[in-house]
């Protein structure tokens, strides 16, 4: 495995905080902290944050923190970034206080992307407590989930793949090239750093956001479904239907965010327990069946429907 041991904590600057709130904590099931001056954290398991969710006008990912095993290993890092031409910064006390983490070193990956890499992000001193969920979200070590990291073209893919993969040690799960649209392909790599499939995508895809969209999951199937429920009734944005991926095998469906990416909100997603052993394979399709456009999806179950009687 890397010198990276896990997605730690994300983070995204919101022009809607109580928008965000709602989806948050009464649609995804996640616990809310005490609110700050211009933000709030979100919980998802025994660790104080997960998500930081702040005041501004991006609506997208800020910061994307990544643990390692210790100071060795972070400094190992360090060297290996400093040598490849990434500037490194050493976090101060302040800063590493608002992450709930020992020590912090800000980078950035090729496209610009703040990277925070960490030592032990801190637990919280009560447990995790959701209001809607009827398990748990799948954390431990295999981290908060996974995000699709937006590269702009075949360069630009490139970089990214020679920063996550060469420099901070990610292992190639597999990749995917498939029609996205018509006269779209898309090209996406997927890399792990623990027994979860993969906690970093990355891929060309043209939309205006650093990510597409990122993965939790839940521990019961059936949590994945009142979701579901919870997300139709409150008419939230549906990006795509329930569906599976040939690669990681996830249940899931898509939803928007209130700043305009997706949550996977996912089940039984694929481990990978043995590296010596995994074989890395391309697919040809994004998705073995549904996570179709809710469109789309509409438009085929009216085709299924009984005409209304002619006048
Ligand atoms: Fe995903």
């Known amino acids: 495995m890397s010198g990276i041991k896990e997605l730690a904590y994300v983070g995204y600057e919101v022009s809607d905080l109580a928008a965000w709130e709602h989806f948050a904590v009464n649609l995804l099931g996640m ?30 990912l800020v910061v994307s923190g990544y643990a390692v095993d210790s100071d060795t290993a972070l400094d190992q890092l360090i060297a290996e970034l400093q040598a490849a031409g990434f500037k490194t910064t050493e976090g101060d006390a302040r800063l590493a206080a608002a992450r709930q ?25 009560a447990p995790f407590h959701s209001d809607v969920l009827t398990g748990p979200f799948l954390t431990g070590a295999c981290g908060l989930g996974h995000q699709f990291i937006v590269t702009q073209n075949e360069a630009s893919q490139a970089q990214a793949l020679n920063f996550y993969h060469t420099l901070l040690g990610f292992h190639i799960s597999d990749r995917i090239i498939a029609p996205l649209a018509p006269g779209l392909i898309a090209d996406a790599m997927f890399l792990h750093c623990n027994p979860r499939h993969h906690t970093v995508a990355l891929g060309a895809i043209p939309i205006p956001k650093k990510i597409h969209h990122v993965m939790i999951q839940v521990a ?35 939803v928007k965010t209130p700043s305009g990416f997706a949550v996977e909100y996912g089940w039984g997603g694929l481990t990978i327990d043995d590296e010596s052993a995994w074989q890395v394979r391309t697919y040809d399709t994004l998705d073995d069946w549904g996570h179709h456009p809710p469109a789309q999806e509409l438009t085929l179950l009216q085709q299924g429907l009984p005409k209304p009687p002619s006048a």
């Open 220 to 254: 019961q199937r059936q949590d994945v479904g009142y979701a579901w429920d919870r997300c139709l009734k409150a008419g939230q944005p549906l990006e795509m239907t329930l569906g599976s991926h040939p690669n990681d095998h996830m249940l899931s469906f898509y």
């Open 101 to 125: 983490v020992d020590r912090i070193v800000v980078t950035a990956d090729p496209m610009g992307n703040r990277i925070e890499l960490v030592t032990h992000p801190h637990d919280a001193p």
């Open 31 to 60: 616990q809310i902290t005490p609110r700050g001056a211009d933000g709030f954290s979100l919980r998802m398991d025994q660790k104080a944050q997960r998500w930081l969710i702040t005041q501004g006008a991006a609506d997208d």
